[in-house]
């Protein structure tokens, strides 16, 4: 069951509000594009092979925009942070999973978000989503780009809620 799991699709997404943007990117013109609130969302193909890459290296999601600024998920993997972890002596691996405000050419810039919740999808009910937010009104800027979680769920704990969180069709 494990290796079925593990090569199958994983749907992160992220439900972004933002309440305040200065120096926003003047490129932007579709109206769409300046929203205020969004979801963002991305799939982890073959999480076998992802877990196989190189720690911290990341995977992203397509650029949205929301208040004229480009948005993405990103995603790794990362070991326990207190080391070595299981009886046979190997560490725990862990997502890690982030909101990314892409580089900006503009130096000065800010943008206020005023809810930001991190979802794992569940492919049953969006009531057994795995959620979590971080703090109201984190501001983004040109020295914080990235916030998130880089333990935000171990993988074994994904293991334990067989198919929930893989690519069936979610039911109503």
Same mark, same amino acid.
């Given at each position: 069951m494990?290796?079925?799991? &593990?090569?199958?699709?994983?749907? &992160?997404?992220?439900?972004?509000?933002?309440?305040k943007?200065?120096?926003m990117?003047?490129?932007?013109?579709?109206?769409? #594009?300046?929203?205020s609130?969004?979801?963002?969302? %991305?799939?982890?193909?073959?999480?076998?092979?992802? &877990?196989?890459?190189?720690?911290?290296?990341?995977?992203?999601?397509? /650029?949205?925009?929301?208040?004229?600024?480009?948005? #993405?998920? %990103?995603?790794?993997?990362?070991?326990?942070?207190?080391?070595?972890?299981?009886?046979?002596?190997?560490?725990?691996?862990?997502?890690?999973?982030?909101?990314?405000?892409?580089?900006?050419?503009?130096?000065?810039?800010?943008?206020?978000?005023?809810?930001?919740?991190?979802?794992?999808?569940? #492919?049953?009910?969006?009531?057994?989503?795995?959620?979590?937010?971080?703090?109201?009104?984190?501001?983004?800027?040109?020295? &914080? /780009?990235t916030f998130?979680?880089?333990?935000?769920?171990?993988?074994?704990?994904?293991?334990?809620?067989?198919?929930?969180?893989? /690519? #069936?069709?979610?039911?109503?």
């Amino acid at each position: 069951m494990f290796r079925e799991l &593990l090569d199958d699709k994983l749907t &992160l997404a992220i439900d972004l509000t933002l309440k305040k943007a200065e120096a926003m990117d003047k490129k932007v013109s579709a109206p769409e #594009q300046n929203n205020s609130f969004g979801t963002i969302s %991305m799939e982890i193909e073959k999480v076998s092979k992802f &877990l196989r890459e190189n720690l911290y290296s990341n995977r992203t999601s397509k /650029t949205v925009y929301l208040k004229g600024f480009p948005w #993405q998920i %990103m995603a790794n993997v990362n070991p326990n942070p207190h080391g070595v972890d299981n009886t046979d002596g190997s560490t725990e691996l862990y997502l890690g999973f982030y909101l990314w405000c892409t580089s900006l050419k503009r130096e000065n810039w800010s943008c206020k978000c005023s809810s930001a919740t991190l979802r794992i999808v569940s #492919q049953f009910s969006a009531d057994w989503d795995i959620r979590r937010a971080f703090a109201r009104d984190t501001v983004f800027n040109n020295s &914080l /780009t990235t916030f998130g979680f880089s333990n935000f769920i171990a993988f074994a704990e994904l293991w334990t809620r067989p198919k929930a969180y893989t /690519t #069936q069709k979610r039911t109503k």
